[in-house]
């Protein structure tokens, strides 16, 4: 019997690692892509949708509002982001289970790509009311650039993986 081979009992939690992995990297893939294909579906509404008159506000004012809550939402949500993981990791350290750390994982960034639709909802508030379809397109490229920054890499996962391992090793006791 070779002893340095792994055992099957070894080598079982790796494979379920693996899959979990896999399972999670496709999930979170196939969000984001129906989250991008909001994005050209926003470009089309914008230049079609029927123009309106908000009382009291003219169209610039209607942009500057728009405008200034997307850079809210834009600034705040990778802060937003970090502080759900630190309360992830911390959970993680009490109870040790990557597929509710995954999980876990997938609700903060179906959070962080919900925040971003905002953004783009902003673009079509514009498109409608504020200064035309046109600013619209700057909504949107700002957004495809977030969520590509955002799209969910194996490597990114793996990182997620060490700090939580990382973090429940320091916790006494553990």
């Known amino acids: 019997m070779d002893v340095t081979a792994p055992s099957r009992a070894s080598a ?17 893939r196939l969000t984001a892509v129906v989250f991008l294909i909001t994005l050209p579906v926003a470009v089309v ?16 004012i209607v942009t500057f509002i728009c405008l200034g809550l997307s850079l809210w939402v834009a ?24 597929s ?18 905002v953004i783009t909802l902003c673009g079509l508030v514009t498109a409608v009311a504020g200064t035309g379809p046109r600013i619209t397109l700057w909504f949107l490229v700002v957004v495809s650039i977030l969520m590509a ?26």
């Open 12 to 28: 079982r939690p790796v494979v379920m690692m693996q899959t979990d992995l896999k399972r999670h990297l496709l999930r979170m």
């Open 100 to 117: 509710r750390l995954l999980r876990d994982h997938y609700r903060v960034y179906l959070g962080v790509l919900l925040r971003l639709e």
């Open 149 to 174: 920054l955002a799209w969910p890499t194996e490597g990114k996962t793996r990182l997620l993986l060490r700090r939580a391992d990382g973090t429940s090793r320091h916790q006494p006791g553990k």
């Open 45 to 60: 509404v914008a230049f079609f949708l029927p123009r309106i008159e908000v009382p009291h506000l003219s169209p610039h």
């Open 75 to 98: 600034f705040t949500a990778d802060r937003a982001a970090r502080r759900a993981m630190t309360a992830i990791y911390d959970a993680f350290s009490s109870h040790g289970e990557q």
